[in-house]
């Protein structure tokens, strides 16, 4: 399943410990995100099996994905102002 916690996780990690390490991670999730979840018509699927290169994908995106993890308004600029949450 797509879940923005582990990346808003890592996020949070790395702003309070300052160690790169944390956004590192963060951008390998979203380049593993956007090579193997991303589907031609656009949008995101859920990868059914992750132990198995060749698994299918759920016809199933969760309308928060995209609003907590692509298009966070929270910007690097303005990280010092913003800490976005998706739950509220």
């Known amino acids: 399943m797509l879940r923005p916690e582990t ?3 890592l996020f949070l990690a790395y702003r309070l410990t300052g160690d790169d390490k944390y ?3 963060g951008w390998d999730i979203f380049q593993s995100i956007e090579k193997y979840c991303r589907v031609e018509t656009g949008g995101y699927a859920t990868i059914l099996n992750v132990d198995d290169v060749n ?4 016809d199933k995106m969760e309308s928060f994905f995209l609003v907590c993890d692509i298009f ?3 910007k690097p600029s303005d990280a010092n102002t913003w800490v976005h949450r998706a739950k509220r």
């Not at 698994?55 to 759920?58: A, I």
């Open 7 to 9: 990346i808003e996780s």
């Open 23 to 25: 956004r590192q991670i």
């Open 55 to 58: 698994s299918k994908l759920e």
């Open 72 to 74: 966070s308004p929270t």
